[in-house]
């Protein structure tokens, strides 16, 4: 109440991009997750979630390209998401495209953004990372989203994504190969079988390597979709997911259509919150349908309700990620869904 009452309409007075990086400053200071917990803190055993590997303490997670420099990874966890995933990193530095690159639709409940991979690189990200990760719970989950440097050729992404991969192994709990965001020119290329197979491939063999240097054990690797794909392009990407062994399936990134928009003239840029949700969960649907038990599904795209999540893992979705929604509900959307989670779960 107080957010949307009080905070919201504040916040929503500045340019989204400043508030974005006040509040990413704000949750990166270390005083911070102590004062927030005893708000936010509420946990339930039912909420458990086992996929791929790993255990996760709820299915709720914060979506990438919130703190795509892993500086805020205590916050999250203080504010109550099972498990936050960074990024998206490249391996060096770049801006990101040239600003104003993010704009809200708030009849709408939408954002479009068209940033770019704008981070600090793979050196600089690993750092953080390992720094904070000292500090966090071991069961407070942390995923890692790879993409490719603007200036890298398709023919050469693969070594992009291999130097990011090698670089926050020891870190990542799991990866995630960012194929789909529409704001990197070209991007959504690698979503082709050759791309793809060529990606991925490399990536497990690394995956092999890395798991006998560390003596520990091969990371979960996720793919990360757009929803703008024909339903053809979409089976030979779960075809090449299945085969090089994949863990499963982020569904969605943004979208490039403006079609559940009243007709209009809108910014360019990827389009996320409540417009992308039906458009998120037919991808959803299909996926399930077509790959049955052989991929897992991280489910993003529109939450913004407890009976959002509830959708989407009724559609078969192993776990959920939130970034919009946050933006227009308030951190309080958190314990809300987890206790409504909840009871449903000991009502069942
Ligand atoms: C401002 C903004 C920046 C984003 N940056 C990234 C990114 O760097 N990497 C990525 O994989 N997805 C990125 N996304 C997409 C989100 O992770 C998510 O897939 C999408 O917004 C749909 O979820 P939502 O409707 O809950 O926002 C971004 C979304 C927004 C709104």
């Known amino acids: 109440m107080l957010y949307k009452k009080i905070i919201r309409p504040a916040l929503f007075k500045f340019d989204p991009e400043k508030v974005h990086d006040f509040t990413i400053k704000l949750l990166s200071a270390g005083l911070v997750p102590p004062l927030i917990r005893p708000f936010m803190g509420f946990e339930d055993k039912k909420l458990e979630v086992t996929a791929g590997k790993l255990k996760f303490k709820n299915p709720i997670g914060l979506a990438a390209g919130m703190d ?6 205590g916050s999250w966890n203080a504010l109550g998401f099972g498990f936050a ?3 998206t990193v ?3 530095p770049q801006e990101g495209n040239e600003k104003p690159r993010m704009f809200r639709l708030p009849e709408y409940g939408g954002i479009i953004n ?7 690189g793979a050196d600089r990200f690993e750092e953080n990372l ?13 995923g890692v989203n790879i993409g490719k440097n603007k200036r890298t ?3 050469d992404a693969y070594q992009d994504y291999e130097f990011s991969f090698k670089r926050c192994f020891e870190s990542a709990d799991y990866f995630t190969i960012n194929v789909s965001s529409p704001n990197t020119e070209g991007l959504r290329q690698l979503q082709q079988r050759k791309f793809l197979d060529e990606i991925l491939k490399s990536l497990q063999a690394l995956n092999k390597e890395l798991d006998e240097t560390y003596s520990s054990s091969t990371k979960d690797i ?16 779960l075809q090449v997911s299945i085969d090089n062994g994949l863990t499963g399936i982020i569904a969605t990134n943004t979208t490039i259509s403006r079609d559940t928009l009243p007709q209009g003239k809108y910014e360019s840029g990827g389009l996320s919150g409540k417009p992308l949700e039906p458009i998120a969960n037919s991808v959803l649907k299909h996926i399930k349908k077509h790959s049955g038990d052989k991929l897992g599904v991280i489910a993003c795209g529109g939450i913004s309700t407890y009976d959002d999540v509830k959708e989407k893992l009724d559609l078969g979705a192993s776990l959920v990620q939130i970034y919009t929604g946050l933006v227009y509900e308030g951190p309080g959307l958190i314990k809300k869904i987890k206790k409504a989670l909840a009871s449903s779960a000991s009502g069942s």
């Open 68 to 73: 795509k420099n892993a500086t805020a990874l």
């Open 85 to 87: 995933e960074t990024g």
């Open 90 to 92: 490249t391996p060096l």
């Open 114 to 120: 068209r940033l770019g991979f704008n981070n600090c």
């Open 130 to 142: 390992e720094r904070i990760k000292d500090l966090l719970p071991k069961d407070f989950i942390v």
């Open 153 to 155: 050729e398709l023919d």
């Open 222 to 237: 996720y793919l990360k979709i757009a929803p703008d794909l024909t339903e053809g392009e979409l089976d030979d990407i």
